[in-house]
Structures are given as C-alpha cells and as structure tokens.
C-alpha cells in the first residue's frame, strides 16, 4: 500500500496565537512538510485546489513544481484539480512540466471540487456543472494518448490538429478520478479505467464500500482493468491519543463550523469529534497504533492500494505537523507495509 498526505494548504487561525501567518511564511512550512515526507520515504505529497481565503492552494500545479526542485522520489499529485473550471490543455502542460521536473513524479487527480468558487470566478455557470467535468475529462484523457489531437466539443473552444507539449517523463501521466458518495461518479471512473480516490470524511467508512464494488463493475462493463482505490482521509498522528485529539480537535472545529455555518450544519462539538476518531469513525487521529489500526481496519472493507491523510483540516502548530508526519512515516508506514506485504 502506498501512504501519504494531502493538504489544502489552509492558512486559519491557530489556538493560542493572535495573528493569521503571513502566506509566505505559511508555503515555506509546506515546503518543509513535502522535504520531510520526501526524506522520511512516504509514498505521495498532495495538494488541493480552493479559491477561498482561507487557503493558499488556488494553483496547485505552481506548488508542485516548488516541490519537485527540492524532493528527490515522493509522488506529486494534485488533490484535487478542479477540472471543471480549468483548461484540460493547461492542466496538461502544468502536470507533464512538473514531470519532467520531477523525473517521473508526477500526478493528476480530478474532481468535481467540494467548493464552487472557481466557476463564477472564471466565468463559468454553475448550471454546466456536470456537462463541464465530463467534457473536459474526456479531453484530458484524450491528451494522454496523443501528441497531435483534433477534439469538438461544447464548452471549450475547438482543437484542430494541433499538438499539445510538452509531453511528460512518463509515457503517460497518472490520472486519478476523486468521488465522494455518488454511485455515478464512481461507476463512470470504473468505466473509463481510471484508479478512484474516495474521500472519506464523515460518517463511517464502511458506508462507502459500494462505492469500490461499483467502480469495479465499471470497469468490467467496458471491459477494462480493474483499477486502484485510494482512501483520503482527515486525520493527525501524535505520541499519544489524547495530545492527537487535543491538537486536532480546535482546528477541525474551526474549519468545520465555518463551512457549517454556509450549509447549515451544526457547529461541532468535542463528543462528535470523539465519536469520529474511534475505529469505525472517519477520521484517523489518534496515536501511531490507532492509525495503524484504522488503516488495516478499512483495507478490510476496501481492499485500497493508497492511503492518503490531511492532516492539516486547519491550521495546527507546525512542529505538531512535523511531528505527525514523523511518526506516520517511522512508526505507521513500516508497520502497514508489512502487514499488507
């Protein structure tokens, strides 16, 4: 199983201290992070996309390529790209250039996005929404097989013969399809024979296992090969379960009851949280050996190839962040690996 981390590179306020990081000092700790997952031999660093002011992480690709100058073998994903929104070309161009930085590293991941803020930002309607992600999935995919392309379509401009560089390190760029709970979405991943990530963030795992039988069945209808799961989860590792839940608990409250508060949820209490990081709870925060345990607890369910944990659901201090990144490389990934061969 490969193992690794995702952020959004959030910027939110941390218990105890009076002013927001500056967003400068704010990418240079994430650079940290990505050096020191890299160095400690975790599989995957990724990041997300959001357009929001809480976030530093509204060009992905320009981090990534940050990261692949200074990381020597951990993957580089973005987690994920908010395809709708985007230019499947640039998108290409941005992930094979941080390729070939890279030697091979690198990595898409595409969804829908859990926020709508780039639509309108970059003038697209929110009424497209679906027609949008599947067009220019298609076309993404498209780029991946060929150097010269003529392409047709209803939302972007067309493609007559033309070539698309550079072309990447690899003989073609992983492209992961990220789902949350639509049936739909996981069966048209199966089908187009991409690997699934399942984001995982509530409720309890197990909920989410038709998920894994339906993108199989996908792929089986259109005669393609079974592909691989990830599962990305919210989560934070430190030497004890109670200090783990301590650092956590008023960073995920924070970003929680913000985006509660524009949905309409609840603000969230410690129970709740509590209740979330127990085995058969969403949420992997605990010490070493419960994460350890969650992980082989979900492979049970899933029989994933990848798991990958955002440790950062807000901002926490970040020698706690090193920390946990620290013992999931030393004391989890060794251990999982084994288990699991």
């Known amino acids: 199983m490969e193992l690794g981390i995702y952020t959004f590179v959030e910027n939110t306020p941390i218990e105890g201290e009076s002013e927001l990081q500056h967003?400068?000092?704010?990418?240079?700790?994430?650079?940290?992070?990505?050096?020191?997952?890299?160095?400690?031999g975790l599989?995957?660093?990724?990041?997300?996309?959001h357009h929001r002011e809480?976030?530093?992480?509204?060009s992905p690709s320009t981090l990534l390529a940050a990261a692949a100058a200074c990381t020597k073998n951990i993957k580089?994903?973005?987690?994920?790209?908010?395809?709708?929104?985007?230019?499947p070309v640039r998108v290409y161009q941005q992930f094979s250039t941080i390729d070939l930085l890279s030697k091979g590293r690198a990595e898409i991941m595409v969804g829908r996005g859990s926020f709508v803020e780039s639509f309108p930002l970059f003038g697209h309607d929110l009424q497209d929404?679906?027609?949008?992600?599947?067009?220019?999935?298609?076309?993404?995919?498209?780029?991946?097989?060929?150097?010269?392309?003529?392409?047709?379509?209803?939302?972007r401009p067309s493609i007559d013969h033309r070539g698309v560089y550079p072309r990447p390190y690899q003989d073609k760029l992983p492209v992961w399809r990220a789902?949350?709970?639509?049936?739909?979405?996981?069966?048209?991943?199966?089908?187009?024979?991409?690997?699934m990530a399942i984001a995982i963030i509530g409720g309890q795992p197990s909920q989410f296992k038709q998920m894994v039988d339906i993108h199989k069945r996908g792929a089986a209808d259109y005669d393609q090969p079974e592909q691989r799961v990830s599962i990305n989860s919210h989560g934070f590792i430190a030497d004890t379960t109670e200090e783990a839940a301590d650092i956590a608990f008023p960073a995920f409250k924070t970003t929680m009851d913000k985006i509660g508060k524009e949905r309409g949820w609840p603000p969230m209490s410690r129970q709740?949280?509590?209740?979330?990081?127990?085995?058969?709870?969403?949420?992997?925060?605990?010490?070493?050996?419960?994460?350890?345990?969650k992980i082989?607890?979900?492979?049970?369910?899933?029989?994933?190839?990848?798991?990958?944990?955002?440790?950062?659901?807000?901002?926490?201090?970040?020698?706690?962040?090193?920390?946990?990144?620290?013992?999931?490389?030393?004391?989890?990934?060794?251990?999982?690996?084994?288990?699991?061969?």
């Open 179 to 195: 789902v949350g709970g639509t049936p739909k979405s996981a069966y048209e991943a199966g089908a187009m024979g991409m690997p």
């Open 296 to 341: 082989m607890y979900q492979h049970e369910i899933f029989g994933h190839d990848r798991f990958l944990l955002q440790m950062s659901v807000g901002s926490v201090p970040h020698e706690k962040l090193l920390r946990s990144i620290e013992l999931f490389a030393k004391e989890v990934a060794p251990v999982v690996r084994e288990k699991l061969g």
């Open 43 to 49: 599989d995957v660093f990724a990041i997300g996309e």
């Open 76 to 87: 580089l994903s973005s987690a994920v790209t908010v395809l709708g929104s985007e230019d």
């Open 54 to 58: 809480e976030y530093v992480s509204s």
């Open 23 to 40: 967003p400068a000092k704010r990418l240079n700790q994430l650079m940290e992070e990505i050096e020191l997952a890299d160095e400690l």
């Open 129 to 155: 929404y679906e027609e949008l992600f599947l067009e220019k999935l298609q076309l993404l995919m498209k780029l991946r097989e060929k150097e010269v392309i003529s392409w047709e379509g209803k939302h």
């Open 272 to 293: 709740q949280f509590d209740a979330s990081i127990t085995l058969k709870g969403a949420n992997a925060v605990g010490n070493p050996q419960d994460i350890i345990d």
